[in-house]
């Protein structure tokens, strides 16, 4: 089935939102006068959301007594500086301009709440792009299980046949394979040390957004 829409993960595939987890992590530390840890001890915990973030910036285990007061600080700081420094991936700005020159729709499906995401796509001039703008919010089950993409599929009357989804983790994956969309892996996101993309079973598995041009090219040309 010829391709007719691209449906991508948020953070580690569409945007480079590490910068902004960063920087507030370690405004965390510097203001307890603790000194900075290396950035990518943050950015190799960032799929595991708020609370691995918190975890490997203080070492501290989620069970200790202070640590829920720490991720909540971390999400309150989060809300307003959630869209300071990210920003689009190398090369994903040219991607999205072919996706919208051969008239294919494009849409994020993320298991980031709404409360961050929508503004993210408003301050990076995303949000009318965007055909839509899929978030645990609007589903009862988050990936990998496939509820969030066959509601995006069903929304924007779609065959999930004709859909790629792109992300960096492997419930991406699973949740695209599982909706029945075609799957794309990227090696340029928020991977973790122990994880391995290769091994994920994606249709595809690439390094760079622009590489994303030839599986479309493909697709497009399919029957």
């Known amino acids: 089935m010829r391709l007719r829409a691209v449906l991508f993960d948020m953070d580690g595939t569409l945007l480079d939102t590490a910068p902004d987890f960063i920087a507030i992590c370690q405004a965390m530390l510097a203001d307890r006068e603790l000194?900075?840890?290396?950035?990518?001890?943050?950015?190799d915990q960032i799929s595991g959301g708020a609370r691995a973030m918190?975890?490997?910036?203080?070492?501290?285990?989620?069970?200790?007594?202070?640590f829920e007061a720490l991720r909540l600080e971390f999400l309150e700081r989060y809300q307003v500086g959630?869209?300071?420094h990210s920003h689009l991936f190398d090369g994903m700005a040219e991607l999205l301009a072919d996706i919208e020159k051969a008239n294919l729709i494009?849409?994020?499906?993320?298991?980031?709440?709404v409360r961050f995401a929508e503004p993210i796509m408003q301050q990076l001039k995303l949000a009318e792009r965007s055909a839509l703008l899929i978030c645990p919010d609007h589903v009862t089950r988050s990936k990998p299980d496939p509820e969030p993409l066959i509601l995006a599929c069903?929304?924007?009357d779609l065959d999930p046949a004709?859909?790629?989804f792109v992300g960096d983790d492997l419930r991406d994956i699973e949740s695209?394979?599982?909706?029945?969309?075609?799957?794309a892996a990227v090696r340029y996101?928020?991977?973790?040390?122990h994880d391995n993309p290769d091994h994920w079973g994606a249709d595809v598995v690439v390094d760079h957004p622009l590489e994303l041009r030839k599986v479309l090219d493909n697709a497009l040309c399919s029957c």
């Open 82 to 84: 959630c869209a300071v």
């Open 189 to 193: 996101g928020y991977i973790h040390p």
């Open 162 to 164: 004709s859909v790629l």
């Open 35 to 43: 000194p900075p840890i290396a950035d990518k001890l943050i950015r």
């Open 54 to 66: 918190v975890a490997a910036t203080f070492a501290m285990s989620p069970e200790a007594p202070e």
């Open 154 to 156: 069903r929304m924007l």
């Open 106 to 113: 494009w849409a994020v499906v993320t298991n980031k709440p």
């Open 176 to 183: 695209g394979r599982d909706a029945g969309t075609r799957t």
